[in-house]
């Protein structure tokens, strides 16, 4: 029994990094997304994209998404294989990007893959390496419903007052 619990205890620390590490996108928040990583993880997006560190990837992301109005990922379909303090993932994502270009409002949507390799070290699990799979994207005009103002791309929004600045 102490197994299964370390399991399912195991599946959803693994879980809850790769829900962190999108919102540390969404609020483009550097610390929270460096802590998904180990300190000697690496990155790779592609060639077009980034190849690298995580912590250079975190850096490269949260540059590139500050040009955006605002974004929003959410990920599904999660699979972890345990193998002792060692994991392998595959985590379907989909990322929203809207952004102003010649003024029109543009929404671009990705749809990818986050396939990682964890370890757990110290008793924290981190990424040690990702593959991001881009498998569809596109681009397209979209008139807003209305004008948003409550959600913040910083520490300032506020699931930070309930959640605080590791969650």
Not at 16 to 44: F, K, N, P
Not at 128 to 153: F, N, S, W, Y
Not at 155 to 161: F, G, I, K
Request: proline share 1%; with cysteine; glycine share 8%.
């Amino acid at each position: 029994m102490a197994d299964l619990l370390t399991q399912v205890a195991d599946r959803q620390a693994i879980t809850d990094q790769i829900y962190r590490y999108c919102r540390s996108m969404d609020r483009i928040d550097h610390e929270l997304g460096y802590a998904v990583w180990h300190d000697d993880g690496t990155a790779d997006y592609g060639e077009a994209v980034f190849q690298g560190t995580g912590r250079g990837f975190i850096d490269h992301v949260c540059v590139q998404h500050s040009h955006l109005l605002v974004h929003s990922h959410q990920v599904t379909n999660i699979v972890i294989e345990l193998d002792g303090e060692r994991a392998g993932s595959e985590a379907y994502v989909t990322a929203n990007l809207r952004m102003e270009r010649g003024g029109k409002l543009l929404q671009m949507t990705v749809l990818s893959r986050y396939i990682d390799r964890w370890s757990k070290r110290d008793g924290r699990w981190a990424i040690d390496h990702r593959v991001a799979v881009m498998d569809m994207d596109e681009i397209r005009e979209v008139t807003p419903m209305k004008q948003l103002d409550q959600g913040r791309r910083d520490r300032t929004d506020p699931s930070y007052a309930v959640l605080g600045a590791k969650a």
